[in-house]
């Protein structure tokens, strides 16, 4: 019988709104892309208490990557100044279960 791995992680998944596209269209030609990005993963400390503490911890690393991933040059990002500002750019919904379905096959860091 096959069971998938539970992690020692907790995860946010981000989902960029209208407005971070909006900035994105600027600077890319891949607009086929971004018709069909999906959202991204972030695993995170195995338990979480409080959403807020966590999004504050995070939320500046988390718009970087997401810029980073369609705009190459760092002055044209707009890096959210407050937890407010990302919020009004993505969406985000926290979970505490992650399974590994691929136990077999050992995590590799891109």
């Not at 959403?51 to 190459?72: F, G, P, V």
């Given at each position: 019988?096959?069971?998938?791995?539970?992690?020692?992680?907790?995860?946010?998944?981000?989902?960029?709104?209208?407005?971070?596209?909006?900035?994105?269209?600027?600077?890319?030609?891949?607009?086929?892309?971004?018709?069909?990005?999906?959202?991204?993963?972030?695993?995170?400390?195995?338990?979480?208490?409080?959403?807020?503490?966590?999004?504050?911890?995070?939320?500046?690393?988390?718009?970087?990557?997401?810029?980073?991933?369609h705009?190459?040059?760092?002055?044209?990002?707009?890096?959210?100044?407050?937890l407010?500002?990302?919020?009004?750019?993505?969406?985000?919904?926290?979970?505490?279960?992650?399974?590994?379905?691929?136990?077999?096959?050992?995590?590799?860091?891109l």
């Amino acid at each position: 019988m096959f069971t998938a791995r539970g992690l020692n992680r907790s995860y946010v998944r981000i989902t960029p709104k209208e407005l971070f596209w909006e900035q994105i269209r600027q600077y890319t030609d891949e607009q086929e892309f971004l018709a069909f990005h999906e959202p991204s993963i972030y695993l995170l400390e195995e338990e979480i208490w409080d959403n807020d503490n966590i999004l504050e911890k995070y939320y500046l690393i988390i718009a970087n990557i997401e810029y980073s991933n369609h705009i190459l040059d760092e002055r044209l990002m707009y890096l959210p100044k407050s937890l407010i500002e990302f919020l009004e750019l993505f969406d985000f919904e926290f979970g505490s279960t992650v399974f590994d379905m691929l136990s077999n096959k050992p995590l590799t860091y891109l």
